[in-house]
């Protein structure tokens, strides 16, 4: 099954006014490739601002997190999902390794965030990967599993179609050091082996990205394997140029040459 190439930027805690405009600017100009999605994750206070430089353009805008809970209420500085539609965001990072070590998120509060996401109307991209320590320990596979299985168990395969999982080995993220081709490939296999595990035909279709120290350099080598159907790019999404090329890099029409 054709999956859709996504480069997604998480811009973490960076970002102006005068930033997000120099940024909308050079990616509008630039001669980005038909066949991939582009999607922007930006700091709440800035989402409404990218969505209206970039409304002319096919260039979603995402937010990268939001509350596990569904209604509105008494919980100071959190922001909902229904919050993020109503504003125009289209997806919502979940899960990043920063927030499940800076912020104990827990599987299960991944879980419920994914829930209200997709409650919401908006496409959770889910974050899972391994420390160093654990990659050494030969123990990849089953933090991954673990990870998973929080988020696929007991939702049925209609409920996760929306969902898209960022492969980030938390090694390599922010590091400079990303994985090779091969481990990325090597852990995106496992990656769709166990969606299928659950559902072959959503295995097919849900789109698997790669994100650690993704940058114009690396990542035609990372997007040659099979199940790397894009990237979550980090520090090289905030400059537009970089972003550009890196969707370039995953234009099938490129791969096909």
Known sequence: MKRTPLIAGNWKMHGSRAAID????????????????????????????MRSVLSAS????????????????AFTGEVNGTMLADIGCSHVIVGHSERRALYGESDG?????????????LRPILCIGETLEQ??????EAVLQRQLRAVLDDRDARTLAPLTIAYEPVWAIGTGHSASAEQAQ??????????AAKDVTLSRSMRLLYGGSVKPDNAAGLFAGDDVDGALVGGASLDAASFSNIACAADPARKAD
């Open 22 to 49: 120099r940024f909308a600017g050079t990616l509008q100009a630039a001669d980005l490739p038909g066949g991939v999605e582009l999607l922007v994750c930006v700091p709440f206070v800035y989402l409404q601002r």
């Open 58 to 73: 096919t260039v979603a805008v995402g937010a990268q997190n939001l509350a596990g809970e569904v209604e509105s209420g």
């Open 109 to 121: 509060v991944v879980a419920r965030k994914v829930d209200a996401a997709l409650s919401a109307g």
């Open 135 to 140: 990659r050494d320990a030969g123990e990849t």
């Open 186 to 195: 090597q852990a995106h296999d496992f990656i769709r082996e166990q969606i």
